[in-house]
C-alpha cells in the first residue's frame, strides 16, 4: 500500500534523546539506503492522533472500533496513556514538525486501528486486506495459549507477507505468555538499553527472539509534547517494526519469511550467551540486516513449521478460513509501564560491535542531562 503523499523537505535532525539514530547508525549509513518509502505500517492500538505536526501527512484512514471516537482511527482515544498509538506511530514515522520527533522509517506511512485490547482477530485481518507490509502491535492480552481464532489470524498474515510484530512483555516475574507474542508467525521482542544492557522489566519466554531499544525510550504523546522517560517493550516493537519497513522499502521483493531471517541471523548477541529467554537471538542491527550475507538455509524459528494445517500453541488446528470474533479481555501494556503487557517485534542495535557501547553512553548521558 503506498501513500499518495511525499515529504518534500529534507528530514531534520533527530531529537538529542533519540539516542537510538546514533546506535543504529541510521542517518549515515541507514538512511542513504532507505527511509521506508512505499510501506506501510499497521499500527493497532487506541488510534493514532494524525493531526499532530509531527504525524502529519503520513497517517492514512485506518478504521475504528467499537467506540473508537473516530471511525477511520486518525484520533487517539487513549487517555490513560495520553496517547499509546500516537507514540508508536511517531517512533516509527515521526516527521520532526512539531516537537522535533523523528521516526527512523520516515518516508514510510501509517495505518491506523483503534480497538479494544483482544479484538485482534479483526483488526490483523483488515490490516491484512489494506495491503499493509508489516503489523505492529504494541499491547497484549494475558493467556497461557494463543487462542485458535487469533492464530488464524496471524496465519492469514504469515500467508499473505505479512511480518506481524508483538512484544513480549513488561514483567520480569512472568513467562512471557502474552497474547499475540505468543503465537505461531509472530515476531516477538524484548528490550534493551543504551549499552546493550537487558531492560530489568522485560518478560521472559520461550517465543522471544530478539530485541530492541526499549529502556529510556521516549516519544510524543496525543498532546504533540515530548516525554524522554519512558521505557517498554511497546517501543521496542514499533522500532522494530520500524527496521522491518526500512528493510521491506529496500527490497520490495523481499519475502516477509526471508525479511525476519535476515534480522535473526545478523542480530548482535546480548544477555547469556546464545538464544535466551529475554533477548532471544540478541539485538537487531538494520545496518547489517540490509548488507550481510545471510544464507537461505539460516535458521527461522518464527517460520519454521507454520502454515495452513500446523498447530499454535494450543493445540489447535490452524484455519486460514476461519475468521471467530474477538478474544477475550486484555491488558493495557503501558508506554513505560512495568506492570502491562505489550507487543511489537524485532529488534535492531547497534551498526558496529565495537563503536556500541560508547555510541550508547553518549547518548544516555546527553538524555540525563
Known sequence: MASNVTPAFAMPNPRAEEWWFDAWEIPGKVWPMTRGAGVTVAVIDRGVQAALPDLRGVVLPGKGYGDASSKDGRVDDDAKLNGHGTAMAALIAGQGLGSGMVGIAPESRILPISADLGNYEDTIHFAVDRGVKVIDISQGGPGAYCPSGIENAVTYAVHH????????????????????????????????????????????????????????????????????????????????????????????????????????????????????????????????????????????????????????????????????????????????????LVIAVVVVLVGGLGVAGAVFARRRMVRKG
Open 161 to 340: 507477507d505479512v511480518v506481524v510484530v508483538a512484544s513480549a512483555g513488561n514483567d520480569p516475574l512472568e513467562e512471557s505468555t502474552n497474547t499475540p507474542a505468543n503465537c505461531k508467525g509472530v515476531l516477538a521482542v524484548g528490550a534493551v538499553g543504551a549499552h546493550l544492557d537487558v531492560w530489568s522489566k522485560t518478560s521472559p519466554g520461550d517465543n522471544v527472539m530478539l530485541a530492541a531499544p526499549g529502556d529510556m525510550v521516549g516519544s510524543i504523546g496525543r498532546d504533540g509534547v515530548f516525554n524522554a522517560d519512558n521505557s517498554g517493550t511497546s517501543q521496542a516493537a514499533a522500532l522494530a517494526a520500524g527496521v522491518v519497513a526500512l528493510m521491506r522499502s529496500r527490497f520490495p521483493h523481499m519475502s516477509a519469511r526471508e525479511v525476519v531471517q535476515r534480522l535473526l541471523a545478523t542480530a548482535k548477541d546480548v544477555g547469556p550467551k546464545g538464544w535466551d529467554k529475554r533477548t532471544g537471538y540478541g539485538a537487531i542491527i538494520p545496518y547489517k540486516a540490509l548488507t550481510a550475507d545471510v544464507s537461505k538455509t539460516a535458521p527461522n524459528p518464527v517460520y519454521d513449521n507454520h502454515g495452513s494445517g500446523g498447530r499454535g500453541r494450543s493445540g489447535q488446528a490452524v484455519s486460514e478460513a476461519k475468521r471467530p470474533g474477538s478474544a477475550g479481555e486484555s491488558r493495557d501494556s503501558g508506554i513505560g509501564g512495568s506492570g502491562g
